[in-house]
């Protein structure tokens, strides 16, 4: 049986791999802040000598790079957290991957690219337009230059549920079902993915040992408003309190945001065979899913 590890595993996206890759592998989770698995190990990213002796203690074949810092704003502001994390913490995973001779994954962001097109596929030239892609687009270099064996996995606007990590979707769940007005902006185009359609998804990239650069995210394009108002419509809410507003007039984002970050999954359905779901299909298994939660 492959030996996985997976950092940042108490996280939204991280907490949902072990719990999907756990079903065909040995899964060891790593965490620095809140560790949900019992079984997951201490180690900071940034700490190049307590990743290698966790590397070297595991002997993972394959890795999958979750951990990171992803809020944008505090990465505009925090520069030199924003590096140590998504930069230095990303080369020392490459770094010991490449010692102990294991394969990686590193998930990446639709925010390397600077919005001025859409549906970005593979092959498109990164321009990022704020640090937090800055930062995750100098992992992808250090992961490109370290590392033989490696995936690239871009993806966009990650939701789904989790006991402490807010997102998305769930803030708009939450603030409806208090009755409180939000504003989003509707000039803003992502691509919304389900927290475990990812996770599937990097099951069948680890299965099929694939390698390279591929786009992992919702499939369908979407503004923010537009994916707001269908959460409403799933969840039995009142849209009546979504107010539309424009990036420029919404005066809390600190970094800028590329205007259409969307991605193009066509790569992923034809090389790995499977299926990014689109919005309603996704939503309607997160409606699901709060039974079981």
């Not at 989003?184 to 993915?193: F, L």
Request: proline residues 3%; charged residues 25%.
């Amino acid at each position: 049986m492959k030996k996985l590890l997976v950092t940042g595993g108490g996280g939204l996206l991280g907490s949902k791999l072990v719990h999907v890759l756990s079903r065909e592998y040995e899964v060891t989770p790593t965490h620095n802040v809140n560790a949900l698995d019992p079984s997951s190990l201490r180690m900071s990213i940034v700490d190049k000598r307590v990743v290698l002796k966790v590397f070297n203690t595991v002997r993972p074949d394959v890795v999958v790079h979750a951990a990171a810092e992803t809020n944008v704003d505090r990465c505009e502001t925090n520069e030199d957290l924003a590096w140590s994390v998504n930069a230095t913490g990303t080369r020392n995973i490459a770094e010991a991957c490449a010692k102990v001779d294991s394969n990686l994954i590193y998930i990446s962001t639709d925010y390397v690219f600077d919005g001025a097109k859409c549906f970005y596929g593979e092959a498109d030239e990164a321009n990022p337009v704020n640090y937090y892609g800055f930062t995750k687009l100098k992992g992808e270099e250090f992961v490109k230059d370290i590392c033989k064996n490696f995936v690239i996995a871009r993806t966009s606007v990650l939701y789904g549920w989790h006991p402490k990590a807010l997102n998305f979707a769930t803030w708009v769940i939450d603030s409806l079902r208090n009755g409180r007005r939000i504003s989003v902006v509707e000039d803003h185009y992502n691509s919304p993915t389900l927290v475990d359609n990812l996770a599937e998804m990097i099951l069948s990239i680890v299965r099929v040992n694939a390698r390279g650069v591929y786009h992992t995210a919702g499939g369908e394009r979407m503004s923010r408003y537009e994916f707001a108002k269908r959460i409403a419509e799933t969840f039995e809410l009142d849209e009546t309190l979504i107010t539309p507003v424009k990036m420029n007039d919404l005066k809390i984002w600190i970094a800028r945001r590329p205007e259409d970050s969307s991605l193009s999954v066509d790569k992923i359905r034809r090389e790995i065979k499977v299926a990014p779901l689109d919005l309603t299909e996704a939503l309607e298994r997160m409606k699901d899913s709060q039974k079981t939660r």
